[in-house]
């Protein structure tokens, strides 16, 4: 079946502690995104890849790094620089073209930083 | 910058009956898409239905249509019949045709289907 993969589903660090969160898709798709949801509220973009070994800062980057590698994973790092790490986080891909556009999620990551 | 507003924080509706989920966006863009996305207590994200700003007629998926106003800036979506598994949060997305397909959503607006 093709789609996106998330692990793990929850995950907890210590404050102070580097946490990488993974994304993995078998859709072929282009373009990868990461966002961050706070509890009520709608999604924020934290970085994107349009291509492999290429990638751009989101709306709320600080604190974050990414990598892309290979077309099908978009590793997520959370370092010890994010104020409030505590999130759910959502990887989402996208095919590239003008009539290919529609993002597709995983199941998300629920991060707990105590 | 683009913004996406919803002004309805929570709704509810009776099962079988309709509602409508209220959505405005502002953009100086003139190519570009809407979505809504539901997300159930699951937490995964699902497309509901998406309009682009192209067409006039508004898109229609089934049970779920939207009423796109391009000059007011406005994009609700309409749910008829009414199902308990529509019971979610559902938000509203502006994709920039020409700045990487990135989405920017809504605060949300968490729907109560109640029997």
């Known amino acids: 079946d093709g789609g996106i993969t998330q692990s793990p589903k929850y995950l907890f660090r210590k404050e102070g502690q580097n946490v990488t969160l993974s994304c993995e898709q078998n859709l072929n798709h282009d373009a990868m995104y990461w966002y961050r949801q706070d509890p009520g509220q709608g999604l924020r973009l934290i970085y994107y890849s349009q291509i492999v070994n290429d990638f751009q800062k989101g709306d709320i980057a600080e604190g974050y790094s990414v990598s892309r590698e290979k077309k099908e994973s978009f590793p997520l790092t959370v370092t010890s620089a994010q104020k409030n790490p505590t999130a759910f986080y959502l990887c989402?891909?996208?095919?590239?073209?003008?009539?290919?556009?529609?993002?597709?999620f995983g199941p998300g990551t629920r991060l707990t930083v105590t | 910058a683009q913004t996406v507003t919803q002004s309805q924080p929570e709704m509810s509706v009776q099962e079988a009956e309709t509602v409508t989920l209220s959505c405005t966006y502002d953009t100086s863009e003139s190519n570009y898409y809407l979505f809504w996305y539901k997300q159930p207590p699951s937490r995964q994200m699902i497309l509901v239905i998406r309009?682009?700003?192209?067409?006039?007629q508004n898109a229609t998926e089934n049970r779920f249509s939207v009423n796109f106003q391009k000059a007011a800036k406005s994009f609700s979506l309409k749910i008829s019949d009414s199902q308990l598994g529509d019971t979610a949060m559902y938000f509203c997305a502006f994709m920039n045709g020409n700045a990487g397909n990135m989405l920017t959503f809504g605060g949300g607006t968490r729907l109560m289907v109640k029997p």
């Open positions: 989402a891909s996208s095919p590239q073209g003008v009539r290919n556009y529609e993002q597709y």
């Open positions: 309009q682009e700003a192209y067409k006039q």
